[in-house]
């Protein structure tokens, strides 16, 4: 069980996914949106993987909402791969983070 923590830890601890974003001037901002690839690109370049990205809805705006940025392992747990799933947000177009 301890091991699961620490491979949890060391996962959490490998990309400061913030400092990424911030590095590709996407920051919270309570009008600007980007569209899906803006936000993948700069994470795809430093982690060298296709991440995938978990939105939720507002419901007073309607709006799409970052919520989560996914990396996916193999089997294992022990190599990072590409995610092939479908987009995890329904309008790629316009994502906010706010």
């Not at 600007?32 to 939720?56: E, F, G, H």
Request: hydrophobic share 35%; proline share 6%; net charge positive.
């Amino acid at each position: 069980q301890m091991q699961y923590f620490e491979i949890s830890h060391d996962m959490w601890v490998s990309y400061n996914i913030t400092e990424i974003l911030k590095n590709a001037s996407i920051v919270p901002h309570p009008t600007q949106k980007w569209s899906y690839s803006d936000i993948v690109s700069p994470i795809k370049t430093a982690t060298k993987r296709t991440p995938l990205l978990r939105c939720k809805t507002d419901p007073a705006t309607n709006t799409e909402l970052l919520h989560e940025v996914v990396f996916c392992y193999e089997y294992n747990a022990l190599k990072q791969i590409d995610c092939n799933r479908t987009a995890g947000c329904k309008n790629p177009q316009a994502i906010s983070f706010q």
